[in-house]
């Protein structure tokens, strides 16, 4: 695979509270909201409480571009950090899936992101070491 310029993201997860904890830090170090989508009653997948909160949101803490979103699935506070990477293709994404899945787990396979989120799709896969990764990547069929 040849080398090429990647990004990646920090993911972070909250239990209602993104929102919330978003504001906070736009207030203690400034910043930039690129994109915000929130769960809508066609879009749960948990529970009904997810209405209305944050299914994805982009910004930059100065320099540094940072995703989250509220998710319902477990107990308690997330405090895991996952790492996004926006690939090029739907076979870039693929192959980055396959790579990590080896010795780990495929949470969630590529498909499509929900609408309202944009027209992209996204993986979950767990690496061999623990680490949550969020392969994401153009939707081909739009």
């Not at 319902?72 to 739907?90: A, E, P």
């Not at 949470?107 to 061999?128: F, N």
């Amino acid at each position: 695979m040849e080398k090429k310029k990647i990004e990646v993201i920090t993911y972070l997860s909250f239990k209602g509270n993104c929102e919330e904890a978003l504001n906070t830090y736009m207030k203690a170090f400034g910043g930039e909201v690129y994109y915000m989508s929130r769960w809508t009653e066609e879009t749960f997948d948990v529970t009904p409480e997810q209405i209305g909160k944050v299914m994805h949101v982009e910004f930059a803490l100065g320099g540094t571009h940072m995703a989250a979103g509220d998710t319902f699935d477990g107990t308690g506070v997330n405090t895991d950090v996952k790492l996004m990477i926006r690939m090029d293709s739907m076979e870039e994404a693929l192959h980055t899936v396959s790579v990590l899945a080896e010795g780990g787990t495929v949470i969630s396979p590529l498909k499509p992101h929900p609408a309202p989120d944009d027209a992209g799709c996204g993986s979950v896969t767990r690496d061999r070491f623990g680490y949550t990764w969020i392969i994401t990547c153009p939707n081909p069929d739009k």
